[in-house]
């Protein structure tokens, strides 16, 4: 029952740890995206539409990716080229992402998916307990684990990563110093929306192959608490992601345990430990004030 429950975990932390990589990323470069949402659900019906279309989930996956860079190309024309208001910009896709997703998916509801099957890795598979758990993993699991590795590798050991730092601490001094700041942001929200819409992938291929209205469930506000939650550090959001995705799958064995809390009360757990951990953070100022990226959320106007 420990090693289901764990598999169970496992598969709802995935989506937040992606999602909340991308916009850690995005938020290092100084840009607030708060259209997470919008670009999850994007990918989502992006993901199982094209597998439903070809027949194969690899191409669903690369569909959702798609759709969350094009998405969020539309938030960095917006914003970065526009200088449109950065909070209300991401507001507005997700709105609107939202309301797009119920569209385009309204053929494809009731549909059975096509669930992206598990990669068993020769011989490690084997291994008692660890191997079902780490070495029998669909491909999006094992690239939300490269991405963590690959991410703390780029900010903090790479050139460009030091970079997109500086750029996050003061894009005016960045500038002056030759940095090209729209560039780097441009890239840097695409790279979140990409992995928006992977982790929206997840959830339609893996997590429930198949597609229901708005069943990202708010997992993409939850993805921007985590990234302050992890102090904008990616080992840190990794653990954090297995904690809330440990709460989010929690409250489904409580009720399949019986235990007489009211339904409602288990399901509102994990924006309620969102909410708590968000209130902890505000106490610890001294750490959030040195680890926030100082440009975050300000816009980039070079002078002509």
């Given at each position: 029952?420990?090693?289901?429950?764990?598999?169970?975990?496992?598969?709802?932390?995935?989506?937040?740890?992606?999602?909340?990589?991308?916009?850690?990323?995005?938020?290092?470069?100084?840009?607030?995206?708060?259209?997470?949402?919008?670009?999850?659900?994007?990918?989502?019906?992006?993901?199982?539409?094209?597998?439903?279309?070809?027949?194969?989930?690899?191409?669903?996956?690369?569909?959702?990716?798609?759709?969350?860079?094009?998405?969020?190309?539309?938030?960095?024309?917006?914003?970065?080229?526009?200088v449109?208001?950065?909070?209300?910009?991401?507001?507005?896709?997700?709105?609107?992402?939202?309301?797009?997703?119920?569209?385009?998916?309204?053929?494809?509801?009731?549909?059975?998916?096509?669930?992206?099957?598990?990669?068993?890795?020769?011989?490690?598979s084997?291994?008692?307990?660890?191997?079902?758990?780490?070495?029998?993993?669909?491909?999006?699991?094992?690239l939300?684990?490269?991405?963590?590795?690959?991410?703390?590798?780029?900010?903090?050991?790479?050139?460009?990563?030091?970079?997109?730092?500086?750029?996050?601490?003061?894009?005016?001094?960045?500038?002056?110093?030759?940095?090209?700041?729209?560039?780097?942001?441009?890239?840097?929200?695409?790279?979140?929306?990409?992995?928006?819409?992977?982790?929206?992938?997840?959830?339609?291929?893996?997590?429930?192959?198949?597609?229901?209205?708005?069943?990202?469930?708010?997992?993409g506000?939850?993805?921007?608490?985590?990234?302050?939650?992890?102090?904008?550090?990616?080992?840190?959001?990794?653990?954090?992601?297995?904690?809330?995705?440990?709460?989010?799958?929690?409250?489904?064995?409580?009720?399949?345990f019986?235990?007489?809390?009211?339904?409602?009360?288990?399901?509102?757990?994990?924006?309620?430990?969102?909410?708590?951990?968000?209130?902890?953070?505000?106490?610890?100022?001294?750490?959030?004030?040195?680890n926030?990226?100082?440009?975050?959320?300000?816009?980039?106007?070079?002078?002509?």
């Amino acid at each position: 029952m420990l090693e289901a429950i764990l598999l169970t975990v496992i598969t709802a932390a995935t989506p937040l740890v992606i999602a909340a990589l991308g916009e850690l990323v995005t938020e290092r470069s100084g840009v607030l995206n708060l259209g997470v949402e919008g670009m999850m659900i994007m990918g989502a019906v992006s993901a199982f539409a094209a597998t439903q279309i070809t027949g194969s989930p690899y191409i669903g996956v690369l569909a959702g990716i798609a759709a969350g860079s094009a998405f969020s190309l539309l938030f960095g024309f917006l914003t970065l080229t526009l200088v449109a208001n950065q909070v209300a910009t991401g507001l507005a896709l997700t709105i609107l992402g939202l309301g797009l997703s119920g569209q385009l998916g309204e053929s494809f509801v009731g549909q059975p998916g096509i669930k992206l099957q598990p990669i068993v890795v020769p011989l490690l598979s084997d291994i008692p307990f660890l191997g079902r758990l780490l070495f029998q993993q669909d491909l999006i699991f094992y690239l939300s684990i490269a991405l963590v590795v690959g991410i703390h590798w780029f900010l903090f050991k790479s050139r460009t990563g030091l970079k997109m730092r500086a750029i996050g601490d003061n894009h005016a001094s960045a500038h002056a110093l030759g940095i090209n700041v729209i560039r780097t942001r441009y890239l840097a929200v695409m790279f979140g929306g990409a992995c928006a819409g992977l982790a929206g992938a997840q959830l339609s291929l893996v997590y429930t192959p198949q597609w229901v209205e708005n069943m990202t469930a708010g997992r993409g506000w939850i993805a921007l608490a985590l990234v302050v939650f992890a102090s904008w550090r990616p080992l840190r959001l990794l653990a954090g992601g297995y904690l809330f995705g440990a709460v989010s799958i929690g409250q489904l064995h409580a009720q399949a345990f019986g235990i007489g809390i009211p339904s409602q009360v288990l399901s509102a757990l994990p924006y309620v430990a969102t909410i708590v951990v968000l209130i902890i953070i505000s106490h610890n100022r001294r750490t959030t004030l040195v680890n926030t990226p100082a440009s975050l959320g300000k816009p980039f106007v070079p002078e002509r």
